[in-house]
């Protein structure tokens, strides 16, 4: 933003660029445009990501732009766009799918195993603890509450006493591991 562009000036801007004058949207672009861009080249895999992340923010900011209310600052207000258009990529680009524990550790379990009634699932219970009881106590402890407790990672993180992230590297060390030992059953 340029440093000497005023708050008055910008809310006057953002006023007739909600009344759809354009020669005033592109001056509230021109004077974002390049700290939006740093913000997400900083965050971004490569440039063209943050290229298109930032053509997004603004995309969205001209859709949202006749809501915005003018109770914090534009530039606050469109920072909070950029942050929300770079989570959801994120998410997208992260996203991971969700399996069983059993089909993740590759142990061949069907559906029928899992009944407690029956003398297959004694074998699979019976393999599952053989596997867990060659892990290291945190790793063990993190698959137990996570997956068996099916406790939020925020909870495991307060039952054991160590911060989110550390239960995600446990959770990931500890799934990892298991999968190297079930490959043996």
């Keep these: 933003m340029n440093k000497n562009f005023d708050i008055a000036k910008e809310k006057e801007l953002v006023l007739a660029a909600q009344k759809n004058n354009q020669t005033a949207l592109i001056t509230l672009y021109r004077n974002h445009v390049q700290e939006i861009y740093y913000f997400m080249l900083k965050r971004a895999i490569s440039r063209q990501e943050a290229e298109d992340l930032t053509s997004q ?6 859709s949202a ?8 600052s534009f530039r606050s207000w469109l920072f909070a766009i950029a ?80 911060s989110v992230g550390n239960i995600k590297v446990l959770q990931y060390r500890a799934v990892k591991k298991a999968t190297e030992i079930a490959k043996n059953y």
């Design 57 to 62: 923010t603004f995309l969205k900011m001209i």
């Design 65 to 72: 732009l006749p809501n915005f209310k003018g109770k914090s």
């Design 83 to 162: 942050k929300n258009t770079l989570m959801d990529s994120w998410r997208q680009h992260y996203k991971v799918k969700t399996v069983a524990l059993e089909e993740y550790l590759e142990l061949n379990v069907t559906a029928a195993d899992v009944s407690y009634d029956n003398s297959r699932s004694k074998k699979f219970m019976d393999k599952l603890d053989l596997v867990l009881k060659q892990l290291p106590k945190d790793y063990q402890q993190v698959i137990n509450c996570r997956f068996f407790e099916s406790l939020s990672l925020k909870e495991t993180a307060e039952k054991m006493g160590k």
